[in-house]
């Protein structure tokens, strides 16, 4: 079983088999000697085989040059259930027969009885009386009246064909409160429905058979859904063994009649959470395997633990805000534009995962929208590109390290670069600059310049600093990063790096995991998804125990939260802001708009929430639908687990909302508005001519600038090239297979609209350049874990 933060049971682990072991004596005897009656008569006189019945069917078998199952005794269908196979062969019949009479040899007729109807396969993937009757009509199995045994005992002969249940369409004039469904995907993906079949969605909802997830699954062709209704067929086979019993006297004409004139009822039993925690539980299942391999076990040995092995392994799911993100994820007006691609998926895709900063406890995730199932393609744990969500981790962290401040100056203007074809590169957001500003305010409206020029001030070199950026990102656990080592055309050692633009990507659990570690104000623990794991007997296996990686110092942690909150106030991510409690975080949005992020967090909770098709393609809107989206979980996570509103740190005083300076990002006294520059239109000191160059002397005073010991850009293109037009790509065309870099989709793009003024998009590609191989720089600063966290 796997038990939520709660204790509560939140999915037992199936081998792909329903089955529930009962003892014989909780198992009625008319059900005994239905399966007694029908299968083997002769059960009780035989040794294993019953010779007599077994050379006639063998003379059938020979007649029509077939091995069928005719003249299996109960101890034979046991051999075939536990030892051998299903396989129709003249060798295996041999085998079972050996197998049979030691059976008899070695076990009581009981024992035999026992494990036999606990293991005998009856139909939709249910082994075994005990989930039979449950199955079928949701009753224990000493709770089953005459009739129902019958029809159980008579499924063995054909069970396709003697399945208590067929399955047909609902329709508008069925008593929907009395309806017995089936839910399911779709067999050839997905499915438009019908406004009739909307119309049964909608009355199935309010009858309390579906809930609202169900509900839009079906709305988006995602599911299907039909109505269950007794088996004429399984009635019949019912009768043939009610009659046998009644020739061989195990019951009188009475309770033949009584049987008959039974009213049989099909009755599923009520559909438990599966859906709610499909990507965690699915997540939880490849951690306690890892796990188990890690104690000694092989990969099958640890498979067969998590199958059949007992265990009890508590997870760190949070129920409600998992059910909080289903909701949410299910609701097709959060993702605009919304359609489905060639393979009946829809699309945008999403992916979110929380944390809880203080202990690393995963709460709640979810790795896509609008499919069924189990084992589903997990894009919460997919590289895709960050955008400028990865400022923060990939430059400002370390700058903070090297004794910069929030208020350090840099000098946002046109960084020249001989080598790109408009002679400077990053380029800014609607070509803005701000000039002389603060780091922090920098940060907020998201300039590229700025970040890339604080990236080159981390090292002597280009390449080292690139390098210590990758190196630091690899302490906190990003596992996708590509050094030139292992791909020295195509790789992220260089300065494209500082906006995002990754040859791989990063993962969203990835980027929750590392905002967590600002969150918990530079004390980053490992994403832990167990916390315990007990044997079949109770006995502890295993205790989580989070690495900690000390990323920062507390003081510079505390500056990076305030940087990030005014990213919320009064930057690119206004539309964080919650209702009753502080928020801080950063957007992202690739230069291509095929990927927008927002990573975040609360005092309470780290979140990052991804948006992109799997097939990559432009989308038809920017980062503030994340960020949006993002605000709106997060606010419902405060109210219904009624969390108290706070600061950040612990001597912050109780937040009021009241109290947001709206107004000044940093308090200096430059114009905080951004402006897009004309032809000429001078901007702080600067003139620039769109593509041309700079006409006026730089701003000097207390800025920001590359190393002077940098070396020049060459104009060895051909390898940056390479990288540059990676850098601005997707992982991949196939959403199983995503990680290498592919070609874009060529499916027609939507239209664009105008990203608004504080929009980021971030990710760009660098000019082609040729870097040295250099050491990283010496860390100046806080305490460095060598070893990755995950």
Known sequence: YIYDDAGNISEKVQSGIDRTIVPIEQIPMDLQKAFIAIEDERFYEHGGVDFKRLIGALVHDIKIGSF?????????????????????????????????????????????MYAYLNTVFLGSNVNGVQAAARAYFNKDVGDLSLMECAIIAGITQYPTKYIPYTLSEITPQDDISSLQIKLYPPSNGNVVPTEVQKQVYDALKNAGKIDYYEDMMLKN??????????????????????????????????????????????????????????????????????????QGNTEEQANNLLKFGGLKIYSTLNTKIQQILEREFANKANFPNSYFDQNGVIQPQAAMVIIDQHTGDVKAYIGGRGQYGSLIFDRADNPRQPGSAIKPLAVYLLALKDGMTPNTMINDKPREDSTSPTGFWPKNIHGVYYGNRTMKFLLA??????????????????????????????????????????????????????????????????????????????????????????????????????????????????????????????????????????????????????????????????????????????????????TKLWAKVMNKIDSELSLEPKGFNKSDKPYDPSEEEIDSLDGDTQQTNAVEPTENQQLDGIIFEENQGQQNQDIQTNTVEPN???????????QQSNNDNNNTQNAGSKPQQPVQPQPPATEPTPERPKPSAHEDTGQQSAPPVSYENSQPAQDNGGSIDDSPIF
């Open 708 to 718: 002077q010991g940098q070396q020049a850009p060459s104009t060895n293109s051909e």
């Open 68 to 112: 069928e199952q005719g003249g299996s005794t109960i101890n034979m269908q046991l051999s075939k259930n536990l030892l051998t196979s299903t396989e129709k062969s003249a060798l295996r019949k041999v085998t079972d027969i050996v197998y049979a009479i030691k059976l008899d040899q070695k076990l009581d007729k009981s024992d035999i």
């Open 445 to 626: 409206v998201s300039s590229n310049v700025a970040a890339v020029k604080t990236l080159e001030t981390l090292a002597p070199t280009k390449i080292a600093a690139a390098n210590r950026s990758l190196d630091y990102l690899t302490q906190m656990g990003f596992k996708h990063l590509v050094r030139s080592s292992e791909n020295p055309a195509v790789n992220d050692e260089n300065l494209s790096l500082a906006l995002g633009g990754l040859t791989k990507g990063v993962t969203t659990l990835e980027m929750t995991s590392a905002y967590a570690g600002i969150a918990n104000l530079g004390k980053q623990n490992s994403p832990v998804f167990i916390t315990k794991i007990l044997d079949s007997t109770d006995k502890v296996i295993y205790e989580s125990k989070p690495k900690v990686f000390e990323m920062i110092s507390e003081n510079k942690a505390s500056q990076m939260v305030d940087m990030l909150v005014g990213v919320v106030k009064s930057g690119s991510a206004t539309s964080a802001k919650l209702s009753n409690m502080p928020s801080a975080g950063k957007t992202g949005t690739t230069s291509d708009v095929k990927d927008v992020y927002f990573a975040g967090f609360t005092p309470y909770y780290t979140g990052s929430i991804w948006i992109g098709s799997d097939t990559p393609r432009e989308l038809s809107y920017t980062s503030e639908i994340p």
């Open 221 to 294: 062709g995602s599911l299907v859904v039909t109505k269950a209704t007794l088996n004429p067929k399984s009635v019949e086979r019912g009768k043939v063994v009610l009659s046998k019993m009644r020739e061989l006297g195990i019951i009188n004409e009475e309770k033949y009649q009584g049987a008959l004139n039974e009213n049989v009822i099909i009755n599923f039993p009520k559909r438990n959470n599966r859906d709610i925690s499909t990507y965690f539980n699915d997540r939880v299942k490849k951690e306690a395997v890892k796990i188990l391999v890690e």
